[in-house]
């Protein structure tokens, strides 16, 4: 009992000096709020139905964006890691695009897009699309090179080959990839939305912000945090179970 | 099937090249500066079991891939059946060493199996049936549905051996197909391979460090020296082995030849570069 109570001290330890600290010394401050004045706010924003509003956008928008990068980043994987020629072709071209900001495209994403849904899910495909390559290109490189071997001796079709080899082999790296994929999809939509988007659950931060009401905007901040745990443990999970089916790819 | 005497007798009447399964002619190979397969000359008869042996770097295993289509010599002749061999083809079959490596660990046994029917397209109707008899033939009926990593080493190289029946071929490359086995499980596939073999009427090139192994499978022991150099050949030593089939772990392994010839390849390893 006291063992699975050990995790929970510290957040609680932290959340009693912060409402000790807002009820004295911060009594009169417009950054600082008691989490107990949170707790209100955060339940009166599940009462009018915004924060769930403003989740399912974030959440939809972080998925599609992820969705959309993962697979352009896959498959760009998938090709530049089976063909060198088309690794050195493309080679400096990635080497520039990799390392913008992901948010310093919200500018043109915006004149492209407007506001809106599209742009945000634009900016998350562009951030989650390279961790993906990357790894899809490293993992298809390290297929073991015997197995190369048995489709060449059987004489497998290029595609058979791909689908029946390669992709199969690197398939519990393209997990790992996704679920590290995951927490970038979610920091870069909610910073889209604090940045630029009128929309879910980084905008209604701003806006609590905005409005000088340090209570919501810290009930949005361990809302997000929240989230942002239970999205990370399920992909972690999801990734787990997949790794079990898969069980006999002993690495 | 014409036996091995007859083989023996007419490779020595000078039989038509076409005859021949497989036909290196002063066959070399070089990696950049290194030659690691001098001029080589064997001919390989059809249903003829050829073993080969020799210390290690001596390119026995580059003499097998380039046999398989996986190198190409860079001097010289290599021909199968009359033709060039120019890469993999499907009447080629090749058993790794490292079954581990050669099997696709999430496929089970019988997924493996199927793999060497799906390249070669099999309609899906067929395949089970197909699948079923190959396993039979090679004892895997009651593990058909397990995944390679719940299987013993021997039983991995079973199954790979059988995905190299299911491809049907007419020559069996086997790099140290049963290096990495303990001594009983060995002897075991040993002699499931030499009767695979016979039944097949297969051609077989075995690759081995293990000279007994090779006396006791081989129609003809083939020993490669270890750095040839410019002057002198990679092939050091060709030897018939005469002792009948089928063969036995306990009588063939007392046969008076079996003893001189294990005597004569010992010395010879033995001695290195003679």
Known sequence: ?251 | MSTVATLTAERAAGTPAREDALVFDRTSIRFGACEVLSPTSLSVARGEFVCIIGPSGCGKTTLLRAAAGFIVPSGGALTRRGLAVTGPSRDVAFVFQDYGRALLPWRTVRGNVSLALEAAHVPEAERPARIERVLGTVGLLSHADKFPAQLSGGMQQRVQIARCLAQEPELLMMDEPFGALDAMTRQDLQDELARLVRERGLTVLFVTHDLEEAIYLGDRVIALRANPGPQRASLAKVIDVEIPRPRNQLSTREHPQFLHLRRELYGFLGHGHD
């Open chain 1, 1 to 251: 009992m006291t063992r699975a109570l050990r995790p929970v001290a510290v957040p609680l330890l932290l959340l009693a000096g912060l409402e000790a600290f807002a009820r004295t010394v911060g009594r009169n401050s417009d950054a600082v709020a008691p989490p107990s004045a949170a707790l209100l706010a955060l339940a009166r924003a599940f009462g009018d139905g915004s924060l769930w509003q403003a989740t399912g956008f974030t959440l939809g928008a972080a998925a599609l964006g992820l969705g959309l990068g993962s697979a352009i980043g896959a498959s760009l994987g998938l090709l530049l890691g089976l063909s060198r020629r088309a690794a050195a072709t493309s080679f400096l071209s990635i080497e520039v695009l990799r390392p913008i900001p992901s948010v310093a495209l919200i500018p043109l994403a915006m004149l492209v897009f407007g506001f809106g849904a599209a742009m945000e899910v634009s900016v998350v495909a562009f951030a989650t699309v390279w961790p993906m390559l990357i790894l899809m290109q490293a993992a298809v490189r390290q297929v073991e090179p015997c197995l190369l071997e048995v489709s060449a001796a059987l004489q497998l079709s290029p595609w058979d080959r791909a689908v029946k080899i390669i992709v199969p082999a690197v398939l519990p790296r393209l997990f790992v990839a996704l679920r590290l994929g995951v927490a970038v999809a979610l920091v870069v939509s909610v910073t889209v939305e604090i940045a630029a988007n009128p929309n879910g659950m980084g905008y209604a931060l701003m806006i609590a912000q905005q409005s000088l009401d340090p209570a919501l905007m810290l009930a949005w901040l361990f809302w997000i945090g929240a989230v942002g745990y239970a999205i990370n443990e399920a992909a972690l999970f999801a990734q787990r179970a997949m790794a079990r089916r898969m069980g006999e790819v002993a690495e």
